[in-house]
Nanobody, 123 residues
Framework: EVQLVESGGGLVQPGGSLRLSCVAS????????MGWFRQVPGKEREGIAG????????HYDDSVKGRFNISRDNTKNTLYLQMNNLKSDDTAMYYC????????????????WGQGTQVTVSS
């Protein structure tokens, strides 16, 4: 069974940092493009960061560029998102996604999804 499990979310003050992790099971992520999405109630899920199977291509949404860093450890079947200088606008449910096709990943087409981890940025 393909499974993605996110962790690392929580409550943090503006300007703080969090590191999200996504552990995959049931498949080998080394053949998949991986990414992070986020969603707030009433809005569509948006792709904020993604990278190809061997990290040769990395994409960030402008809203997180320079503050977030996506990385992966294929030996641990794990994806990470280091989030720095967090803002209140970063408050959302964060989802991990996997897709064998890079061109589909950040469009959200045929992604495998995790259950999400909540990030709340508030003083």
């Amino acid at each position: 069974e393909v499974q993605l499990v996110e962790s690392g979310g929580g409550l943090v003050q503006p300007g703080g940092s969090l590191r999200l992790s996504c552990v995959a099971s049931g498949f080998d992520i080394s053949s998949f493009s991986m990414g992070w999405f986020r969603q707030v109630p009433g809005k569509e899920r948006e792709g904020i960061a993604g990278l190809t199977s061997q990290s040769s291509l990395i994409h960030y949404d402008d809203s997180v560029k320079g503050r977030f860093n996506i990385s992966r450890d294929n030996t641990k079947n794990t994806l990470y998102l280091q989030m720095n200088n967090l803002k209140s606008d970063d408050t959302a449910m964060y989802y991990c996604a996997a897709n064998p096709r890079w061109s589909f990943l950040l469009r959200g087409v045929d992604n495998n999804w995790g259950q999400g981890t909540q990030v709340t940025v508030s003083s």
